[in-house]
Structures are given as C-alpha cells and as structure tokens.
C-alpha cells in the first residue's frame, strides 16, 4: 500500500482523471505497422525492411491495465513507441478518445502529450545527467507551458513526495540516485501533467528484484488514486500478472492471444503462450524433486526482415501442421474475452481438424516436450483428430504413454517410448 508521504500527496493537488468513464475505450489500435527500411550501397537504396510490428489490433478501456508480454525482439518496445508517438507507423490507425493521432505533427501532437505518457526502461539513460532531479521533472511544465497551482518547484517536491522521495531532494542530480530511485523520478516526470494514459516499457527491468515490488506496488497505488490507465510492456510474467487486468502476448510483431488475465494463465490457448507460462518457477520446496513439465522451444524467433509464412511460431511450434505453414491464422474470439490466432489451440476445440499431418519441425520441436505435456496437450490437437475420425479397426490400440508420430499422436508402451529432453 502507499506510505503516508505518497497519500499526503495525491490528496495535496493530485485531480483524478474523470473525463472518460471506466469502461470506455480509451485507445484504439487497427492494423498497426512498423517497418524499418534496410539500405544498403552509395546511393542507399532500400533492399528490405525490418518487419518489427506488422499488425496490430487491440483497444485498451479506460482505468484497466494492459499487460504486453513476449520474447525479446518480438514488437512490444516499438509497440509502446507507436501508441505514444514517439515513432512514425508504417500503416494503421491509432485512436485516442475516438481522436485519430496516427499522423498528427509535433504542434498537433503537443496538447495529446498532456494525455499520454511514457515510463523508459533505462532509469539511467533516461535522465539527463547534467540536470538536477528539479529540472527533469518541472520539464513538462515548461514544455506545455503550464504554470501549476502554487509554482513548478513545490509542484515538483509534491510529485517527489507522491512517489516516495525526499522533497528536499530538488536540486541533487541522478547519479546521487539508486536505479529504484532514478525509475520513481522517472514515473514522477511521466505523472506531472495528469495524464490520462501511461505507457510503462519494463518499467522494472533493470532493477533488483526487492525494488522490482516497490516500483510495482507505487504504480498499482498510483492507479487506483489517480485513475490511470496503464500499458505495461515486460518480459517478466509474474510481474504482468501481478499488476494486469488484461494480458496480450506478442510473437514476431504480432499478437498472438489477447485474454484476461485469469483466463490466460488458468487455460492459455496458444502453444506459445503455453510455453511462456511453463517456463515460470514455482517457489514451492516441496516440488524440488518434481518431473519439470517446461517446454523447451527449439531454436530462436525467426528474423523479423523474413518472418515465417503462415503462423509465424509454426517454426518452432509441436503442434506445426501444413496449413499452419500456408495460412495465417486470424485473431478470433474463440472463448469470451480470449482472443488467440492458432488453428490448433490449446484448451479448446481443433479449429482445422481435417488437417492432421504434423511437420518436420513439429516432430523435432515435440522432443523437447515433455510427455506429460504431450498428453495433455493431445486433448485438443490436430494430431489426435485423426483418431477421432477413424474406424475402430484403424485405431491403435490405447496404451499407457503418447508420442507423437507421422499423422497422429498415438499411444505407445512407456519402455518404447523416445527419450525426452528435459
């Protein structure tokens, strides 16, 4: 909870942000791209492009929390750029309060920054070395020309009181700072306008894990006393589920499952995101001598300049058949509130069962798959649909441990089974 220096605070000029009501979408994001071109030779001519976000769909409600997760390199700090504007889009649209903003110049874009700001990674490159904690954060103030109630400077040791510091602390410069203390100037600096949106860019990253919670814990406090509305882009997925309403995972500049929080981590549909979640540890003694059902994914993301046809994790997915690799799957709602792009999702029914034929790929990725997650994931799969569909005389006889094989995952005796890799 918040100390009393940070509700003292809020209560001393903090106003809550009530234009939109909860519920209401604040932002909206339709086909959202960013390529960045390759040039190459003397005259500098464009030979391809860096496909870093490559469409992009979602809204984001009004005091609700975004979380977006993904492997590094997948979109999500270009992500976060776009919707703040701070990069140009290649294509789409984003919306804010039903205002277009995708090509808006710097002039038109002035009043929007009042609105929507950002928390940067670094909290050591993101601040200026050669000015005092003041002047970082009476920056904003200046920039907009907005003189607050009382003056900058007791404006600026409120906001310093808000997120925990030392008011007297005005006129010490960053390096005098620990990297919590320099992210809570930076998270000061980002709410001295008021905004109604903060986009967070692994906001706690670079910081020890006992500051990570600090950190985490003044941003949740913060949203509930301010009525904020976050986007938080991270890496870490039980800070995202600590802290988000909604989760979105990312792939190769795409979103791949869109859900609510309990419903992505109770039931997750993507292969992929079944992987990310098999990789979080679970602090528990008593499991130390426990089977480890993490699934190892093979090899590394594919190169952005030249994605994968298809679905773009067909490459390293156990569960790859042919039209995984011809034909992009489209982000459906297949259960209410989570959407998933796969035609063979986990937790729910096959949406290509005629297609049974597992990949090369999909064979060598399932090695590195536990048996026990093999089994459960064979619910579902487009490599079982074929023993659904058979005769009784076609149907291997059902025995104790699954493996998969050429068309279908059938049982086979534990003795001759393949060794799995752990």
Not at 63 to 82: A, D, F, H, Y
Request: net charge neutral; hydrophobic share 40%.
């Amino acid at each position: 909870m918040a100390n009393s220096a940070q509700r003292e605070g809020v209560a001393a000029g903090a106003t809550l942000n009530r234009d939109a009501a909860p519920g209401e979408t604040l932002l909206k994001v339709t086909g959202l791209q960013k390529h960045f071109p390759i040039r190459k030779g003397l005259l500098q001519r464009q030979v391809g492009a860096v496909r870093a976000v490559d469409g992009l769909d979602f809204e984001v409600k009004s005091g609700e929390t975004l979380g977006v997760v993904g492997e590094s390199g997948c979109g999500k700090s270009t992500m976060g750029r776009l919707i703040t504007r701070l990069l140009e889009p290649t294509a789409g649209k984003v919306e804010f309060e039903g205002k277009d903003i995708t090509h808006l110049g710097v002039g038109a874009m002035r009043p929007m920054r009042r609105d929507v700001q950002m928390i940067f990674q670094d909290p050591y490159s993101s601040l200026n070395p050669r000015h005092t904690i003041g002047t970082i954060i009476s920056a904003p103030f200046k920039l907009q020309g907005v003189t607050p109630e009382g003056g900058v400077k007791k404006e600026v040791q409120r906001l310093l009181s808000v997120v925990g510091l030392n008011p007297e602390h005005y006129n010490r410069y960053p390096h005098e700072f620990s990297g919590g203390q320099r992210q809570r100037i930076g998270i000061a600096r980002a709410l001295a306008l008021n905004p109604k949106m903060v986009v967070a860019d692994e906001p706690v990253s670079a910081l020890d894990v006992s500051i990570q919670a600090q950190v985490v814990n003044l941003l949740d406090d913060l949203q509930q006393e301010l009525g904020l509305t976050y986007v938080i882009i991270a890496h870490d997925l039980s800070v995202v589920r600590h802290v988000s309403d909604r989760i979105a995972v990312m792939y190769l500049g795409k979103i791949v499952e869109l859900a609510d929080r309990d419903s992505l981590y109770k039931a997750p549909m993507h292969p992929y995101t079944k992987a990310l979640m098999s990789a979080v540890p679970i602090p528990d003694p008593r499991r130390k001598s426990a089977k480890s059902e993490r699934i190892l994914l093979q090899g590394d993301v594919p190169s952005p300049i030249s994605p994968p046809s298809g679905c773009r994790f067909h490459t390293r997915c156990w569960k790859a058949t042919e039209i995984c690799k011809t034909t992009e799957p489209p982000l459906l709602e297949l259960k209410p509130g989570q959407q998933v792009a796969c035609h063979h999702p986990e937790n729910f029914e096959d949406q290509a069962p005629q297609d049974t034929v597992l990949l090369t790929v999909a064979k060598q990725a399932a090695e590195l798959v536990a048996d026990e997650v093999l089994a459960e994931s064979a619910a579902t799969s487009a490599a079982v649909a074929a023993e659904v569909t058979a005769t009784p005389a076609e149907k291997p006889a059902v025995t104790e441990k699954p493996v998969v094989t050429e068309t279908s995952a059938v049982a086979a005796p534990e003795d001759e089974a393949p060794a799995k890799e752990k």
